[in-house]
């Protein structure tokens, strides 16, 4: 009885990983208000803020979130002794690169060329341990739980007045577990909500605009499959992500005015991502990199006078240390 609702929660657990996310659409609701503006310049000014926004939401979210959510590890930890969970728990620097439009200035033409660095504790516990499908050929249906902690660097010389902390909770299902003959295989996701980001000037005296992120989150699904040859191991994985927030921007206005405001209370977006780790082990310590690559997203739904910052890809990377017992 035990082992049929262990492999009827994993299945409902699969069957949500791997349900369609419904797509994001496009920023249309804070490219309407910049529409409705008077001039071109402003228009297209507005919408830079606007996709700014939108670039800057992503690649935080990226850096918090990384690849893979256990580094260096492709299956489940599952429990010792079937008693026992087993733990994992690492330390994790990730950095981005994050390039926003031209934004400082209304007549300006120089893109922000930042970078985010995020700093996470990562903490993994097996709760069931799954059953084997052949000999040798185990951790079917098994599942972990996912916990994470970070904080993180933002530039203030580039315009970033705040640097957010993230939690994140989530859970992990093993397809196989790796063994002798066969590699580890699971697949995961995580919820991860970070707190707000400043960026310009909002009494508009050293820059023309400024905009906040407020109520952030990330949902993410990984699949990662992994095996470990002596003491190197490798993990390769693909993910998706959609970010959620509500944005709200002041604008200058060229015509002496009062200041202008664009807010969204939906502002969302989705990217994918493909990743992979190389770790070294000795006993429980794991030494992982991580290099991966996150997707460009849809080009903002309104003019801004420059290419799209919003659909660039980004590379990604991390350093991290793992204990596992």
Known sequence: MGNR???????????????????????????????????????????????????????????????????????????????????????????????????????????????????????????????SLLPTVGGFASVDLLASYGFSS???????????????????????RESFTVPGVSVSAMYRGFGDVDFGDPTLTNRDAAFRLSD??????????????LTLGATAGVGYDRYSSEVAAILRDPAGGDPLRVSDPDFDSDRTTVFGNVSWSMLIVHLVGELGWQSGGDVFPAPTGFESQADQKAWYGSLAVRVAI
Do not use: H
Not at 33 to 54: I, K, M
Not at 57 to 69: E, K, L, V, Y
Not at 84 to 94: F, Y
Not at 108 to 120: Q, Y
């Open 5 to 131: 609702s262990a492999v009827l929660s994993a299945a409902a657990i699969a069957v949500g990983l791997f349900a369609i996310a419904t797509p994001a659409g496009a920023q249309e609701r804070f490219a309407s208000q910049c529409a409705a503006l008077a001039t071109a310049d402003v228009r297209n000014y507005c919408a830079r803020v606007g996709e700014a926004a939108e670039v800057a939401q992503a690649r935080i979210g990226m850096a918090f979130t990384g690849g893979n959510p256990v580094p260096g590890s492709g299956s489940t930890l599952g429990r010792r002794l079937r008693k026992i969970p087993r733990v994992s728990v690492d330390a994790r620097a990730t950095t981005i690169g994050a390039d926003l439009p031209p934004t400082s200035r209304i007549g300006s033409d120089t893109e922000v060329d930042a970078r985010v660095t995020t700093f996470n504790v990562d903490a993994a516990v097996g709760v069931v341990n799954g059953f």
């Open 154 to 176: 933002l530039p203030d010389d580039k315009g970033f007045d705040d640097s957010p902390n993230s939690w994140g909770l989530g859970a992990r299902v093993g397809l196989l």
């Open 216 to 229: 952030q989150s990330v949902f993410s699904l990984r699949g990662t499959v992994g095996k470990r040859f």
